[in-house]
């Protein structure tokens, strides 16, 4: 283990850190406002990357541009999903909501595979492979790119929470439902708009990692259990604690790569999972809300 | 009457009819009794208990693993191995049941925990080359031997999970009209309540968890000696982890009958599916995720739920 | 040697101080009533003798012997047993199946536990409702359900936790009644009630709390012609 190769697995732990972060700060909105555990995101995410894979394959568009299509686009899906599917059975028992959005994962995941195979699909643009050194560390534009765009999102989406009337109402919902309503908040609104914005994170997540990601049906499971690990380090519901929460577990991954063979560095994340579960609940950071 | 009559009818069939069926027929039978199985064996821990295990897949490849392994190593039968496999995988899972609800653990967050312990026997095995890495081992089946749990021709294996399928479901009934039983359905309930009115939860939960993980991971081994082939992914994935949980949630969960009715169901379904859009993997699926969704809607408990619903609304008028 | 006895029991939650060095103890055939203001922390006291929480310090003994870190369900089994302010039904059983979850602590076989049972059902007024859900029971049918599955376990002590809240004068009367004849089977009883004239009538010795600690003792109506208490309710409001 030189100092070399353990500066490369910092560097490229920090890096994927930024898309975890801003892929679980998506999942940790959506819980600290509707409390469910959304299976299925990882799946949208899927979905974001076919569709910008499909509007670069047939349109040219490059896969950062179009962010700006992208992300409406699966704000709106999000939405449609929360108002058709998860908002009737909000009353339903906790496991059952989380058997509702393990069968929308199954669905979406499994229709991309009807639709375009389990062939790995990958965007090809000029820059898939510019880089350059920092020490004896490689560092991949598109990965710096995603990530920087990642954490980019996830400030603004920070700002947008402490700053907007909607991104209060979304905070004041998450802490008190029922004196949201008293106060005239759109609950309905509010709560659609927490999964289209969650949504809307992990589809831009989606399209920034393209240029150096493979794409495909199974893509989206990866990240899913990623998100869960991220999420239940950084606290449920607490935003920027899951972005930490992405780096944190981005660089216990890489670090693991690094030191173990094969691909047990996931045995180093689920432990950590598991830990984090059992010991300290809450997180390291403190969640939204008592579990 | 009527429902006696037919259920009468039903096992006669299930008995009598499949040395009459074309192949294809018999293996679809075989499928729907073996998810069926796994769904009874799952209903222990989630319907009974309330305890919604998304890992089960752990239990099912530790029953596989074992009894293929000592198998392929020292030549054990089966038969044996089964026996082993299961008190292994009932050991694993009173050690992640005990850690689980020890800390308080539940719902969704026990959920994840099994999710993540059959993740990390899944990479453990894609990373161990005694143990075939993700080649998997291939279980001899060339010759007949029924000592060791092989069989030419397919009715033997049908009528070996036939019989598992109707202890396992002897074994369910019983249970549900025992302290036993009542314990769980007093747990799922409402935890602290049934820890006031006596009940030692912990206790009751581990006990499913044991059960449940034991007959799992029989299942597991069937699977090896009818398929012939194990790997990591099949064995530890999630294919079975939610095959196993899907028929329960379909046909009623805490129900006896609900599994065997939900698997009734939903592999047929899948077979169909997978036939009329041939070559396009993954329909069956899609089905199944479209089928969970609207079961949880509009049907959350279950086939069974449906019939007592109808029944008790028949009988009030 | 009296049957439950507590002492220097003391409760603090993170900075509240939710019971303070709090002392009682009740021997076997007494019914003791436990009276505060809203807040005082006579349900903590509950949780703490039941097992729900453990003491921040301080010594519970019920038959001699410390019951402090035991969980609720062996705490049951020595034979005290405690209701809830909000009922907890096993919504999804029916009403006898609700009490042979009870039952089963005295009885192994399911026979003689539904015997059992559908004996207790009958005690506390249910029979004619044994075959139909809990949750189609209403507000007073549950509570008699939830007194039901506690006597079930043949408890020596009973922790009954406003089991008067939300009824109506009529139900009342029928609960009193029911109070009464546990008590002649022999079964003691700490009660927590807000309503003044029932746990007047009923209790033997009155026991208040205010903000967690013991403000007075004694018979009804000495408690209750008490400056402090009566200050307690009236002067700092619920």
Redo the contacts between chains.
């Keep these: 283990m030189t100092w070399g190769l353990l500066l490369q697995a910092v560097v490229s732990g920090l890096l994927l850190g930024g898309v975890y972060g801003l892929v679980a700060s998506g999942l940790s909105l959506i819980f600290g406002v509707l409390r469910i ?1 959304n299976f299925a995101h990882g799946a949208v995410m899927m979905l974001a990357m076919y569709t910008t894979y499909w509007l670069f394959a047939l349109a040219g568009v490059d896969p950062y541009l179009s962010v700006i299509l992208t992300a409406p686009l699966f704000f709106a899906l999000g939405v449609v999903i929360q108002k058709v ?1 998860i908002e ?2 909000r009353s ?9 959005t ?13 639709l375009w ?2 062939d790995f699909r990958t965007v090809r643009v000029a820059y898939s492979n510019a880089s350059f050194m920092v020490g004896e560390a490689l560092v991949e534009v598109p990965r710096l790119v995603a990530s920087g765009g990642a954490v980019l999102m996830a400030v603004g989406l920070f700002a947008f929470l402490r700053l907007t009337d909607v991104g209060k109402a979304l905070r004041a919902l998450a802490e008190e439902p029922e004196g949201a309503a008293l106060v005239g908040i759109n609950v309905a609104r509010i709560r659609a708009a927490s999964f289209g914005l969650g949504s809307a994170c992990v589809a831009v997540a989606g399209a920034l990692i393209t240029p150096f990601f493979y794409v495909a ?1 199974d893509v989206g ?1 990866s990240f899913n ?1 990623m998100a ?1 690990v991220v999420v ?1 380090l950084g606290g449920m519901g607490n935003f920027m604690g899951a972005l930490a929460g992405g780096f944190i577990v981005g660089l216990a991954e890489s670090l693991g790569a690094a030191f173990l ?4 560095k ?2 180093v994340v ?2 950590i ?2 830990l984090v ?3 300290r ?1 809450q997180g390291l950071f403190g969640g939204s809300r008592d ?1 | 009457m009527i429902a006696k009559a037919a259920g009468t009818l039903a096992v006669a069939a299930l008995v009598a009819l499949p040395p009459l069926l074309p192949k294809y027929h018999l293996e679809v039978l075989i499928s729907v009794l073996f998810w069926a199985y796994l769904g009874i064996a799952w209903n222990l821990l989630g319907g009974y208990a ?1 305890q ?1 295990s ?1 890992g089960h897949a752990a239990f099912f490849g530790i029953g596989a693993y074992t009894s293929t392994l000592l198998l392929l190593q020292v030549g054990l039968t089966p038969w044996v191995g089964m026996v082993l496999g299961g008190g292994l995988a009932a050991a694993f899972g009173l050690f992640e049941g005990y ?2 609800f020890r ?3 539940k ?3 026990f ?3 099994t ?3 059959a ?2 026997l899944r ?2 095995g ?2 161990t080359k005694a143990v075939g890495s993700s080649l998997g081992l291939v279980v001899p089946s060339a010759k007949a031997a029924p000592a060791m749990f092989m069989f030419s021709g397919k009715l033997p294996y049908y009528y070996i999970i036939l019989a598992m399928g109707a202890l396992a479901l002897a074994l369910t009934w019983k249970i549900g009209r025992s302290r036993l039983g009542f314990s769980l359905a007093a747990v799922r309930e409402n935890e602290d309540a049934a820890e006031t009115a006596g009940v030692d939860a912990l206790a009751t939960k581990l006990r499913a968890m044991a059960l449940s993980s034991f007959l799992t991971a029989l299942g597991g081994t069937f699977y090896a000696q009818y398929f012939a082939y194990i790997d990591p992914t099949i064995s530890f994935g ?1 294919s079975v982890s ?1 095959g196993a ?1 899907l028929p329960a ?1 379909v046909g009623g969960a805490g129900t006896v009958l609900g599994p065997v009715l939900g698997s009734f169901v939903l592999t047929p379904l899948s077979e169909v599916t997978r036939y009329a ?1 041939r070559g ?4 069956d ?2 089905l ?6 609207l079961v ?2 509009f049907l ?1 408990q279950g086939i069974v739920g449906l019939v007592r619903d109808r029944r008790a609304r028949a009988g009030r008028q | 040697m009296s049957l439950l006895e507590m002492s220097g029991l003391t409760k603090r939650f993170g900075g509240l101080l939710a019971v303070s060095n709090f002392d009682l103890s009740l021997d076997a055939g007494e019914i003791v009533g436990l009276i505060g203001p809203n807040g005082a922390g006579k349900t903590t006291v509950f949780h703490l003798i039941a097992g729900f929480h453990a003491p921040t310090s301080g010594e519970i003994r019920f038959k001699g012997g410390s019951i402090v870190g035991s969980k609720p369900h062996a705490i049951c089994r020595l034979g005290l047993t405690r209701t809830f302010q909000i009922v907890q039904p096993f919504a999804g059983l029916s009403v006898i199946e609700n009490v042979m979850v009870g039952a089963f602590n005295r009885e192994r076989d399911a026979v003689a536990a539904r015997r059992l049972a559908g004996e207790i059902v009958d005690f506390v007024g249910l029979g004619p409702r044994r075959d139909l859900p809990a949750r189609s029971l209403t507000l007073s049918g549950r509570k008699r359900l939830e007194i039901a599955r506690g006597l079930a376990t043949r408890p020596e002590m009973l922790l009954l936790d406003e089991a008067m809240s939300g009824l109506n004068p009529t139900e009342i009367d029928e609960i009193i009644g029911l109070i009464r004849r546990i008590h002649a089977r022999g079964v003691s009883l700490l009660i927590i009630e807000h309503v003044m004239q029932a746990i007047m009538a009923l209790s033997h010795r009155l026991v208040v709390l205010h903000h967690g600690e013991k403000l007075a003792e004694g018979a009804p109506g000495e408690v209750a012609r008490d400056r402090r208490v009566i200050e307690a309710y009236l002067g700092e409001g619920a």
Excluded: D
């Design positions: 555990i599917v009737p059975n339903a028992a906790e496991h059952n909501q989380l058997l509702l393990l069968g929308l994962a199954l669905f979406f995941e499994n229709l991309a595979l009807v195979q389990g049906p499971e259990i869960f239940v063979p094969g691909s047990l996931q045995l689920f432990m999972f598991v579960l059992l010991f609940p579990r | 309330g919604f998304f850690l689980s800390y308080g653990l719902g969704p967050y959920s994840l925990v999710l993540a312990f993740e990390m990479v453990v894609v990373n999630p939610i949980l949630i859009l396009r993997a993954g329909a699926i899609m199944y995720g479209a089928i969970l969704v949880i809607s959350p």
